[in-house]
């Protein structure tokens, strides 16, 4: 178990980047941490990056991580996990959604996009501790794609507790408790399962 735990998130906009950060922080407090957080944003209304540190601690005196101090990465789109690999440090805890969302850069034929077999290698180059999610798929299947990063969220909890990285306080049900206070009403039973889709599926 760890004093302080660095995580980063990496998505586009419309990912639900930012909503999945802002439970993290609040998931943190919850388990008895400080909890604090950092954004950036590209031109998230048009796809751009969207990244976002969060750090939980006993004392936590600045949102920021540097570069190879990341022990917790959940990335949101395949593109955006290779770009953000030098803020990981050896052997940190990943989830890497298998969506795809092929900027313009590559859809105007200026360039390719990163082929599976070449995420998953150089991904292996940093840690051997990556799972890779469907996100989008399994939430599909619950009646909404949108709630992909809902999914995400739970494979990450169900990662955290088997790696002994968080406290005992951290339970399923507190993330869902956190998770319902930020979404619509009529939303909360969708992400429920979504969360415990995400769970069961690592």
């Known amino acids: 178990m760890k004093d302080t735990i660095n995580f980063l998130l990496a998505g586009v906009g419309g990912q639900g980047t930012i ?3 802002d439970v993290l922080v609040n998931v943190g ?5 400080q909890a604090k957080q950092a954004e950036v944003h590209g031109m998230s ?6 990244t976002s540190f969060v750090r939980w601690g006993k004392i936590v005196y600045s949102p920021l991580v540097g570069a190879g101090e990341v022990d917790v990465y959940l990335a949101f789109e395949k593109a955006e996990a290779l770009r953000n690999l030098n803020q990981l440090r050896a052997g940190a805890l990943a989830v890497i959604n298998l969506q795809a969302i092929e900027p313009i850069t590559v859809t105007s034929g200026g360039q390719s996009y990163p082929d599976d077999d070449r995420l ?3 991904i292996a180059e940093v840690t051997d501790k990556a799972v890779y999610v469907d996100g989008e798929c399994i939430a599909g299947e619950l009646g909404n794609s949108r709630a992909a990063n809902v999914v995400l969220l739970g494979a990450l909890s169900a990662l955290i507790e088997a790696a002994g990285l968080a406290r005992p306080e951290l339970t399923p049900e507190a993330w869902l408790k956190v998770i319902e206070g930020r979404v619509p009403a009529k939303y909360v039973e969708l992400n429920r399962k979504a969360f415990q889709a995400g769970r069961e599926t690592v």
């Open 19 to 21: 909503l999945a950060a």
């Open 45 to 50: 209304q048009r796809g751009g990056s969207v």
């Open 29 to 33: 407090m919850a388990a008895g941490y």
């Open 120 to 122: 998953r290698a150089k």
